[in-house]
């Protein structure tokens, strides 16, 4: 059976960035505005009255003090308070739209510490929560201006997205149909965020990874990972759910619609997916003869600080020590399915040859995709 390495990660990860403390700002203002226009219904109790938000709210609910956009002008603007695309980010035959630019940003710089040149590449998997657009595929857009051979196709699979590509980048390897495959990542869901709500309006940020991977006997980067095991599941959820796509064209700026935004029952979606996640990582770490004490690092999907904790937790039977399940919440914010990777990405330069890791994500679905991995 032939081996797979990760080679090589990279990221791109957008100029905007906002604080706890300036998305509050537009939040109470809108608030105030809510307020004021339905004071009548309120005084009368037709209606319950809006609540500010405060910075230590969101930190304490999420673990996050601040996340980066694709644009923060928009988001700002009580009128809108919705990202805009950036100009010239719906690309044309010369240029790449803007969610195929931030994979290829990411990807050039995953390549880079691969040793690995585009043209090397003969499979692309693009897999995202939301993709700007249904056709064409921007995994091919971003193999044409790679330069790359070979394949490309889309996937769309909630916060388990990247792991989820990875398997397949995995399996396609395994199977003799790729030598070697670039995963891109490149997540905006912030456009999906309702930034009039306070439960939800302060957790998503954007950004794009990218993981190059190889057969081993290919590859030649310092720092290769090799994957000792996949495993993936999913179980029906509406309570992580979106209803828009293109069967429900609206104009952004002239109409306001609920389904356009995601929506969740985070209270439920705590109970329900956390504990089919610890047991999905205990079978998975049953099944190869291993156990919990045997990872040096579990990279998990970075939903939010409490999840975090409880799954890391609840797997090791005590609090988990500094570095054992490190998150980036608190810069990133929950990049959907991009955090488990942009944890690896960060906090994986200290481990030595032969230790072994856990790279999770999960999410909408239920999903769950999980890779073993091992420093070589």
Not at 15 to 34: G, M, P, R, S, W
Not at 99 to 119: R, T, W, Y
Not at 179 to 203: A, G, K, Y
Not at 314 to 333: D, F, Q, S
Request: glycine residues 8%; negative net charge.
């Amino acid at each position: 059976m032939v081996d797979v390495v990760i080679s090589g990660t990279g990221l791109y990860v957008p100029e905007n960035k906002i604080t706890n403390e300036e998305l509050v700002i537009a939040f109470n203002e809108h608030v105030d505005q809510y307020n004021a226009e339905h004071k009548a219904d309120i005084e009368a109790g037709l209606m319950p009255a809006k609540q500010h938000s405060s910075a230590e709210f969101i930190e304490k609910a999420s673990g996050i003090r601040e996340r980066r956009l694709v644009d923060v002008k928009g988001v700002m603007d009580l009128n809108r308070m919705m990202s805009r695309m950036p100009e010239g980010g719906h690309g044309d035959f010369e240029t790449p739209c803007f969610q195929a630019q931030m994979g290829i940003d990411a990807a050039s710089m995953a390549l880079e510490k691969a040793n690995v040149a585009p043209e090397q590449i003969d499979h692309i998997v693009c897999s995202s929560a939301v993709m700007q657009r249904s056709f064409p595929a921007i995994g091919i857009e971003v193999q044409h201006f790679l330069g790359t051979s070979g394949s490309a196709f889309d996937m769309v699979m909630g916060c388990s997205s990247a792991t989820y590509g990875l398997i397949a980048g995995v399996n396609a390897i395994k199977s003799g149909a790729a030598d070697r495959v670039l995963m891109v990542n490149p997540e905006i869901f912030s456009t999906m965020v309702n930034f009039r709500d306070r439960d939800s309006h302060f957790i998503f940020g954007d950004i794009a990874t990218a993981v190059v991977l190889e057969r081993a006997d290919l590859a030649t980067s310092d720092d290769q990972w090799l994957i000792t095991g996949t495993k993936q599941d999913t179980q029906f959820s509406n309570n992580i759910r979106s209803n828009y796509g293109p069967m429900t064209r609206i104009d952004d700026d002239t109409l306001f619609r609920q389904d356009m935004f995601f929506v969740q029952e985070g209270r439920k979606v705590f109970k329900e997916l956390l504990p089919l996640v610890t047991a999905f990582i205990s079978e998975q770490l049953e099944a190869a003869d291993m156990n919990v004490g045997d990872l040096s690092r579990m990279w998990l999907h970075q939903a939010n600080i409490n999840m975090n904790m409880y799954a890391a937790k609840k797997l090791l039977g005590r609090e988990p020590e500094a570095g054992e399940a490190p998150t980036v919440l608190e810069k990133y914010g929950n990049t959907a399915g991009a955090g488990s990777i942009v944890a690896f990405h960060h906090h994986r330069d200290d481990l030595k040859k032969g230790d072994k890791g856990l790279i999770c994500s999960f999410g909408a679905g239920y999903s769950i995709g999980s890779l073993m991995v091992e420093k070589q």
